[in-house]
Structure formats: C-alpha cells, structure tokens
C-alpha cells in the first residue's frame, strides 16, 4: 500500500465548533427525555426514572454552562473536543446501565461520538474514544439493571443473543468510524491542498501588483521629480565656482537624474510599448520552463511545430509555474531523457512532457491530480530533486485548468517507458490578448509548417527570432 504523507498545516477548519458540540448535544437530551417520557410515562413501564432524569439534566447544564463560558464560535483543541465527546460516551452509557445494556434498542447511540470524532478530529483521538465505547459497551453488556418491561412480565435475553449484539456493536463501530475517517481525512486534504494553491496564486499576484504599484509610482512621481531637476539646472547657474552652495546643487541635480533614471527603467518593464516583457512565443516559454531544469543529469529536449503563425501569449504566470512543476516530475523520474514539444494548428496549441522512466503506476493512474499522491511506478524518484507532500501535479493541474488548459496523463505505449502529459488550449483562449505585434513572431516562410530542431532551445535564439 502506498504510504501517504499527512499535512502538517494547522488550519481552522480541522477543529470542531463548539457550537457543533452543544447542538448535537441538545439533540440528545430532546431524544433522551422523549424516550423516557414515552416508556415511564406513555407506556407506563418501571424504571429508575429519577436518576435517568438526571443524567439528561446533567448534560443540559453542562450545555447551559459552555454556553454561557465560552462564544459559541470558538474553535476547540483536539484534546478538549474529545473530553466532551468523551463524556457524551460516559452519559449515554450511564443510561444504558439504568435502562437494561445492551438489551435497549437505543444502545447503538453509543456509535454517535465516536462518529463525530471520525469527521473532525485525529486518528488518536478516534481511536482512543473507540476503545472508550468498547469499553462501556462491554461492561454494560455485563452489568446493567433490566430492560423497562410491564409489570409481571419476566424479559431475559439469552447470552448467545446478547453476546451478537455486543459482536455487532464492536464491529459496526469500528467499521463506521474507518470509513467516516477517511472520508473526512480525504475532505481535509483536499482543503489543506486548496489552501496551498491559494499562497502559491497569491504570492503570484502579489508579485503582479507590485509590478503595477511600481509603475504607477513612476508616472506619478515623474513629475515633481522632473521640476526638481529643472530648478536645481537653474539655480545651478545663480553660484560662481567654488560656491559650496553650487555643490550642493549639484548634487541635487545629479541625484534628481538618477532617480529619473530608476523611473524610466521602472515604466519600461510595464509599458504598453515593450510587447516583448508583456508576451512571449510559445518557443521562449518553454524557454523559460526549461532553464531552470539543465544540469541536473538528464538531458532535455525541446522541439516546436505546426502549422501556421507560432503562438504568442501573455506573461502568464499561472501557466509557467503549472508547466515547470510537471517538468520537475517528469525530470525526477527520468532516466536519461525528457522530450518537451509544442505543436500547433489554427485552432488548438498541446504541450507535451515525456520522460522515459517508470511512469504512472497503475493503482495511482488514475489518481493523478489529486493531492498527496506523490509516488510514481512505486519507486522514488532517480534524482534527490523530487519527494514532498504530493502537492506539485495537484497545484500543476489546478493552475493550468484556471488559464483554460486540459490536462492528459497516460503512460507511453509498449515498448517504450515512462509518462506522457500533455497540456492543451484552444489557441484563441492562449492568445486571448490582441495587441500583439505578429510581425515580430511570423516564420519567414508564411503559413508552412514551422519545425525548430530537436536541440534545447536558447535565450539568444529567442532573442534573434525576435530581432527579425
């Protein structure tokens, strides 16, 4: 069985409301003393009804003072969640006792807390409330007063049927809080994964609003910066030479022109005039996911072709991040080789990544993109690159499918080895911006199939297919 990591993040959501414990609370003194009313009073049936009563009243004041200590809004500790629920055992078995064991139809209430442990809290504290309820559930199987019954009627269960009833307790217990469990340990892991995209998207717009913040600083402080310079040119002919006055003002001046230098370069990295920062050809963005991955022991090839004009869209920082974690997988697990292609037509641009290592599993496959499912072919990764939480395709995947992308994960077909992932857009969605100048990405040779040689392609030769 592949072992998967658990998260460490500590989120607000993986601990219980106290509000939840004492509505559920509620709910079970409101079925306590309808029940009680309905066998003492409605069916007339002996029993301790006294102290039963004030069990119910014991959980309603116990309710009435967490009401009134703490907000209801407030979130518990683990070990404080359990301690209530705890006690919820504890009430519910002290009625049993009084109200005939495990003979009482109600006794599978006793499930209840454990369940509620399952979804809400850790597997040590379930576990510990399960052996809790076990506990109880045997000793009231042994010990407990008889079932109310009408007067002169001798009930009696025997102890094959009662020992079946305990049989079934235990077990459908134990089968009800695993499931539950995971089902909400599933739950959780897909938040705390939401929550990781979330920072890396966040710091990625923050990144983007600094770069906006920056150049609206430059044109508004390009103004007074522009009068200070004229009036320190001025005044700089008022002083003889020699005037440290005229030094002074000197300085003024030469410090005014490098602050309206820093301005200039600031504007230049977001103005509508510098097309190429603001968009790049699909050959400089696999460029750019590339670069990063040379050097690490595998070779990396990456090759274009299509037909007609070469892509060309916007600085997306979504894309280049989702592209170079599949990348990094790709590399982790390769043997000698990754093979990254772009092809192209009218109407769709595909990515595609494939390595020649173990590839996808098949008990994983299709897994793929969920969180926490960071092994591949059952082996760790050749290179000590690779390893973590299993985040990097979930994040990878989620990120491209905000641009518009699919995403296609499969293994190469015999006899050849590995994984094959491919990201696709419809191409009007990758160049969803117009103001592009096609001119500068046009092949030379019109709408022919355009083919760059299956060699890495480099920063200068960008920088040359742009300059023609």
């Known amino acids: 069985m592949q072992e998967q990591p658990t998260s460490n993040i500590t989120l607000p959501h993986r601990r219980l409301k106290l509000d939840t414990l004492v509505r559920l609370r509620w709910l079970a003194v409101g079925g306590q003393s309808a029940a009680l009313l309905v066998v003492h009073v409605g069916l007339g049936y002996p029993m301790p009804a006294g102290p039963a009563f004030a069990m119910v009243a014991l959980s309603a004041w116990l309710n009435i003072f967490l009401k009134i200590r703490w907000p209801s809004a407030m979130r518990l500790s683990e070990r404080a969640a359990a301690l209530q629920l705890a006690y919820d055992i504890l009430q519910m078995s002290g009625l049993l006792f009084l109200t005939g064991g495990l003979g009482n139809p109600f006794a599978f209430l006793l499930m209840a807390p454990v369940m509620v442990s399952a979804t809400g809290l850790s ?15 045997s000793l009231v199987a042994i010990f407990h007063l008889p079932l109310p019954w009408p007067v002169g009627a ?6 094959v049927y009662s020992v ?3 049989i079934a307790l235990v077990s459908t217990l134990g089968f009800m809080a695993i499931y539950a469990f995971r089902v909400a340990e599933e ?10 995209t979330e920072l890396v998207l966040a710091r990625e717009q923050h990144l983007n609003a600094l770069d906006g913040l920056a150049t609206a600083a430059a044109h508004e402080l390009g103004t007074p910066l522009a009068t200070i310079y004229l009036v320190a040119k001025e ?13 002074d003002v000197a300085l003024i ?3 005014a022109e490098r602050c309206r230098s820093i301005l200039r370069q600031l504007t230049s990295l977001s103005s509508e005039e510098d097309r190429t920062y603001q968009r790049m050809p699909v050959s400089q963005l696999l460029e750019d996911v590339v670069d990063p991955h040379r050097g690490t022991g595998v070779a990396i090839h990456s090759t ?3 037909t007609g004009a070469e892509p060309v869209g ?3 920082a979504a894309i280049r991040y989702g592209l170079g974690n599949l990348l990094e997988n790709a590399v982790d697990f390769a043997k000698t080789r990754v093979d990254v292609s772009a092809t192209w037509d009218e109407t769709t641009l595909s990515i595609s990544i494939l390595d020649d290592g173990p590839g996808f599993s098949v008990e994983i496959l299709g897994k793929i993109g969920d969180p926490y499912v960071s092994v591949r072919g059952g082996k760790s990764p050749q290179r000590g690159t690779g390893g973590g939480l299993g985040l990097g395709i979930f994040i990878a995947k989620t990120l491209l499918e905000r641009t518009g992308a699919k995403l296609h994960l499969e293994n190469s077909a015999p006899p050849q080895t590995g994984a094959h992932i491919r990201v696709s857009w419809p191409r009007q969605v990758f160049e969803q911006d117009g103001r592009v100048d096609e001119t500068a990405f046009t092949p030379h040779n019109g709408n022919k199939a355009q083919t760059m040689h299956a060699v890495p392609v480099t920063s200068s030769a960008v920088q040359e297919k742009t300059e023609e």
Do not use: H, K
């Open 123 to 137: 597997a040590r504290y379930t576990i510990l409330l399960g052996i809790l309820a076990t506990v109880c559930a």
């Open 154 to 159: 001798d009930f009696s269960l025997p102890i």
């Open 164 to 166: 079946g009833i305990w």
């Open 187 to 196: 739950a959780r892991q897909m938040a705390d994964a939401l929550a990781a």
């Open 235 to 247: 005044l700089s002919d008022e002083f003889e030479a020699g005037d440290p006055r005229g030094e």
């Open 253 to 255: 001046r030469s410090q």
């Open 304 to 306: 274009g072709t299509g």
């Open 314 to 316: 916007t600085r997306n």
